[in-house]
């Protein structure tokens, strides 16, 4: 069993920046990929980044691409979201999650898909005002 925390959301201006972190517990998950994926209040939960086990490939929902980084610090079982430039439509829970298998599919389409992460957080609220 892996246990999720995800910290660092809050209320920010519209152009600030927030950094998540997500603390994985229960056992190492330096073989798994991790995902970002958030949700809005009436809406369905969308995908915003994902990261291989050892980092060396990230993928990005597409309105997120270029504002947002995804890393790992595999020593820590951490997993990051640094968002830039926030907008009000990027205010949501935000949730990671851990992939179902290790070394699995380096597909982007494979990371955009909730079905393929068998461990998720509680998540985290980010507001972001006009």
């Known amino acids: 069993q892996v246990q999720l925390v995800e910290s660092g959301g809050g209320l920010v201006q519209a152009g600030g920046s927030l950094r998540l972190s997500c603390a994985a517990s229960?056992?190492?998950?330096?073989?798994?990929?991790m995902g970002w994926f958030r949700q809005a209040p009436g809406k369905e939960r969308e995908f915003v980044a994902a990261i291989t086990w050892n980092g060396g490939l990230t993928y990005y929902g597409d309105s997120v691409k270029g504002l947002f980084t995804i890393s790992r610090d595999n020593a820590k079982n951490t997993v990051y979201l640094q968002m830039n430039s926030l907008k009000p439509e990027d205010s949501a829970v935000y949730y990671c999650?851990?992939?179902?298998?290790?070394?699995?599919?380096?597909?982007?389409?494979?990371?955009?898909?909730?079905?393929?992460?068998?461990?998720w957080g509680q998540g985290t609220q980010v507001t972001v005002s006009s």
């Open positions: 999650a851990v992939d179902r298998a290790p070394f699995s599919s380096n597909s982007a389409s494979y990371y955009r898909q909730k079905v393929n992460y068998a461990y």
């Open positions: 229960g056992r190492t998950v330096a073989q798994y990929a």
